[in-house]
């Protein structure tokens, strides 16, 4: 069974489409980048899936059953969404905001009991922000912070996971540490990742499967092989790319 199914997806807004009869399976247990230039049609996917913003036409399916038929709170108990801009924390500490992952389970009014301490201390744990539980989200660095968020998502115990451009603001040694722990969240606790990213060669070596748009068209998909060649790449950017080989054997890509 496929993660997501979608079949002839279109997305309009005013005076303009945003998605062209879309048409893709995405795996499950992968973690997958949505890729392609400014405007593409990466982010508006992903709130489609993450049921932020609705179709004109076409169909989803989120494991076997259309996004319309799935309730509310089931739907955020198996999948979790992370926007590009989160919003203020402010004057709550991480073990809050790590805490606030519970609320699918237990509903705003419901009480915090064993199992969601547990949850939260797991989550916690995995993502390694248990030393900062009691500091404010707001004191952390970038990375610590997009850490924190994550450690949210596990705690809402969502078998996937959308995030947006999470790398964004983020220096290139807290980019390498998020999509790490990214990569490690979905092949050690089996879950599934769908990540809008910007940067063509961190697609590459995180991810298992690769989207790419073009003027809300699908570009190109498949795995990292299918992405780093300068055919592929030129297509996609409308620029001329050069593929290296790093020592290690891996690919590269820098323009030509």
């Not at 990375?143 to 996971?161: F, I, K, N, P, Y």
Request: aromatic share 4%; proline share 6%; charged share 20%.
């Amino acid at each position: 069974m496929s993660l997501f199914s979608i079949t002839d997806l279109s997305v309009d807004v005013p005076d303009r489409r945003l998605l062209h009869g879309l048409t893709l399976d995405l795996p499950p247990g992968r973690m997958i980048a949505l890729i392609g230039h400014n405007g593409s049609g990466k982010s508006t996917l992903l709130k489609v899936l993450a049921r932020q913003m609705t179709a004109s036409g076409g169909r989803v399916a989120f494991e076997g059953r259309a996004l319309a038929d799935w309730r509310a709170r089931d739907y955020a108990r198996r999948l979790a969404f992370l926007p590009q801009h989160p919003p203020a924390a402010e004057g709550m500490t991480v073990r809050e905001l790590v805490a606030l992952g519970r609320y699918p389970w237990h509903g705003a009014l419901g009480r915090f009991g064993p199992d969601d301490h547990a949850a939260v201390a797991r989550a916690m744990a995995e993502c390694g922000v248990t030393p900062f539980a009691d500091r404010l989200v707001d004191t952390l660095s970038g990375g610590e912070r997009q850490r924190a968020w994550l450690a949210m998502m596990v705690a809402q115990e969502a078998g996937t996971l959308l995030l947006d451009e999470p790398i964004s603001a983020l220096d290139i040694a807290h980019q390498v540490e998020v999509l790490a722990l990214v990569r490690r969240m979905c092949h050690e606790a089996n879950r599934s990742a769908v990540i809008v990213l910007h940067e063509v060669n961190m697609a590459a070596r995180f991810c298992d499967h690769v989207v790419a748009l073009k003027a809300g068209c699908l570009a190109l998909q498949g795995g990292p092989a299918d992405l780093m060649r300068p055919d592929a790449l030129q297509d996609i950017y409308g620029l001329p790319m050069q593929v290296l080989t790093r020592p290690d054997g891996s690919p590269v890509a820098i323009p030509a």
